[in-house]
């Protein structure tokens, strides 16, 4: 609980106060972070994948979309950029972004073929750098794009994931029974899992009075994201469970590593975004 009363001050202030550079700044070293307890505990499951070239490959490639799409375009406001920086670089940041990806694929692959002389398997290696991809470091950059709509929006998924989480954690000790998912999270309870979904829906009436979009969609959104977060809780669970441990990490104290910080965040931003685009907002 003092991890999160340091850190929660800190998040928001850098998010409401900072830049948007700044944000996906922070946002990469979480990934980084975030992607190093993935594999640590792929490894411990015996499917190991190939985590520094595709740490590297991914933050990369993040960080110059997210510059050449969102970054500058925010941080001049008003200002077009692209009337401040040549074509020539427009294009360059463009086309390394590109390049970096498809580098990503061609050393991937061989990389595989590599561990396949050392007696690993190369579908390892491969299929579990590509589920880090999808489920943990894409994801996470969604933050960035709704950082660019408004800080609020950030703000939003971060309450709706906080405020759940820490009812599922006090519901569920106090009269949790009926177990939602034993085989995979025995801690886990349905009441605790009301209790996050509750409470989410009242953070979503409460953002509406802050953010213009209306109070239904605003709840339906908390909702939803509620519904999602849990379900990266317990992916990332059925991971541990696979790999038997505990935590993914120790880098917090008494929250374990970054991915057992962030699971929920990872489900509930995209599905924020998506329903925001699906709105036409």
Request: proline fraction near 4%.
């Amino acid at each position: 609980m003092l991890t999160a009363a340091a850190l929660i001050p800190v998040v928001v202030s850098a998010v409401w106060w900072g830049p948007t550079w700044l944000v996906a700044v922070l946002v990469a070293v979480v990934t980084v972070l975030a992607l190093n307890d993935f594999f640590a505990v792929a490894e411990k499951a015996g499917v190991p994948g190939i985590p520094t070239w595709t740490i590297v490959c991914t933050v990369f490639t993040n960080l110059l979309s997210a510059f050449y799409r969102d970054i500058w375009a925010f941080a001049f406001q008003n200002v077009r950029w692209s009337d401040l920086i040549p074509h020539f670089v427009q294009d360059l940041f463009f086309w390394v972004a590109s390049l970096s990806s498809f580098l990503f694929w061609v050393g991937v692959i061989l990389l595989a073929l590599v561990l396949r002389k050392r007696g690993l398997n190369p579908f390892a290696g491969i299929g579990t750098s590509l589920v880090g991809i999808i489920f943990v470091a894409q994801p996470l950059w969604v933050i960035v794009g709704l950082h660019v709509r408004s800080p609020k929006w950030v703000l939003f998924v971060l309450g709706v994931v906080w405020a759940g989480d820490t009812a599922a954690y006090f519901v569920g000790r106090a009269i949790g029974r009926h177990k939602l998912a034993p085989a995979i999270s025995p801690g886990k309870t349905w009441e605790g899992a009301i209790a996050n979904l509750a409470t989410s829906l009242l953070v979503g009436y409460a953002f509406s009075r802050w953010i213009q979009f209306g109070m239904w969609h605003l709840m339906t959104a908390a909702g939803l994201a509620s519904v999602a977060g849990q379900m990266g809780d317990l992916f990332e669970s059925a991971c541990k469970r696979a790999a038997g441990v505990k935590d993914s990490g120790t880098l917090l104290p008494g929250h374990g590593g970054m991915w057992d910080r962030i699971d929920a965040l990872i489900f509930a931003a995209p599905t924020v975004w998506w329903y925001l685009a699906i709105m036409g907002s």
